[in-house]
């Protein structure tokens, strides 16, 4: 007896993969715009000199209220990803603003949540994100500069060595065991400095 196929599994997987094709999209243009927007207010912080000194990005976060921790995570997240203020003062800042344990735990949280968001960029969009980030000759320089340093060739072989199915779970066990102990001298000194 000849089986009759009603397509029904066929439809369905079809169906499905519709389904979170349009989803994939809505996601990805949610991410964009929501990137848009938090860009435009780091922007607006930046141009407002909030970035400019220790005692101004204090001052910045405080304003926050109840929120400020949320906001001093997601400023060390994104500042991680596109450099808006130099990583010390950041730490510095969250130890004078929440104390030396807090003020680690929160820099902990952002700084390494920021390198493991920068990883999967990189990751998926490459060179071409980086140089669409940075003016051409800052990016020359800095790649020149990197090559030259004496630790490129470390750095090179670590690359290859971490380069295969499982590099994302190496690279963000190396960054929440590595990331902890600058910071904790930035959060723990800043914290003896000012007693």
């Not at 407002?48 to 204090?58: E, H, L, M, T, W």
């Not at 929120?67 to 400023?75: D, H, K, M, S, T």
């Not at 060179?127 to 500069?145: C, D, G, H």
Request: proline fraction near 3%; hydrophobic fraction near 55%; glycine fraction near 8%.
């Amino acid at each position: 007896m000849e089986r009759v196929s009603t397509g029904f599994v066929g439809n369905t997987k079809e169906v499905l993969t519709v389904k979170a094709s349009v989803l994939y999209k809505w996601l990805t243009y949610s991410a964009i715009a929501i990137s848009i927007l938090l860009c435009l207010f780091m922007l607006q912080a930046g141009l407002k000199g909030n970035f400019r000194s220790v005692d101004a990005f204090q001052a910045y976060i405080r304003g926050f209220g109840l929120f400020a921790p949320f906001v001093f995570v997601f400023i060390q997240a994104f500042q991680v990803v596109v450099p808006v203020l130099p990583g010390f003062i950041g730490c510095v800042a969250g130890a004078l603003l929440f104390g030396s344990v807090c003020g680690f735990v929160y820099n902990y949280v952002g700084i390494c949540a920021g390198s493991i968001i920068a990883f999967f960029l990189a990751k998926h969009f490459g060179i071409p994100l980086v140089q669409a980030m940075f003016p051409s000759k800052k990016y020359n320089v800095w790649t020149e500069r990197i090559k030259r340093a004496r630790s490129y060739d470390v750095l090179f072989a670590l690359s290859i060595l971490l380069k295969n199915g499982k590099s994302e779970k190496k690279f963000v066990l190396i960054i929440l065991l590595a990331k902890p102990w600058c910071i904790l001298f930035y959060s723990f000194g800043t914290g003896m400095l000012i007693q």
